[in-house]
């Protein structure tokens, strides 16, 4: 009912920026919880960012101060600005949403994306 749909992953040097999206489709009525998790090899998968519907956000300590999470409610979308990239920033990216889809009865349901890998070389 709801795909995500994750880009801007790519290989870049330690310092540099890279930007990722992630766009929702579907039957869509509302869409509270937006965020991104990562996973490094050999690691579990970590919270990176999140922001409400209101514009409230959530940080990493990690990444305080070098990324900033934004959404677009036009567009379903949720964006990722990563600026001061670290070679342990390297990992695979996922986007999160929590969507209130439009069926009868209202449904709530907590989607992935397929994620996009970031290799930051030092």
């Known amino acids: 009912q709801v795909q995500l749909v994750e880009s801007g992953g790519g290989l870049v040097q330690a310092g540099g920026s890279l930007r990722l999206s992630c766009a929702a489709s579907g039957s869509i009525l509302s869409i509270n919880l937006m965020g991104w998790y990562r996973q490094a090899p050999g690691k579990q998968r970590e919270l990176v960012a999140t922001i409400i519907s209101g514009g409230s956000t959530n940080y990493a300590d990690s990444v305080k101060g070098r990324f900033t999470i934004s959404r677009d409610n036009t567009k379903n979308t949720v964006y990722l600005q990563m600026n001061s990239l670290k070679p342990d920033d390297t990992a695979d990216y996922y986007c999160?949403?929590?969507?209130?889809?439009?069926?009868?009865?209202?449904?709530?349901?907590?989607?992935w994306g397929q994620g996009t890998l970031v290799t930051v070389s030092s």
């Open positions: 999160k949403m929590g969507v209130t889809v439009r069926t009868t009865p209202r449904r709530y349901l907590e989607v």
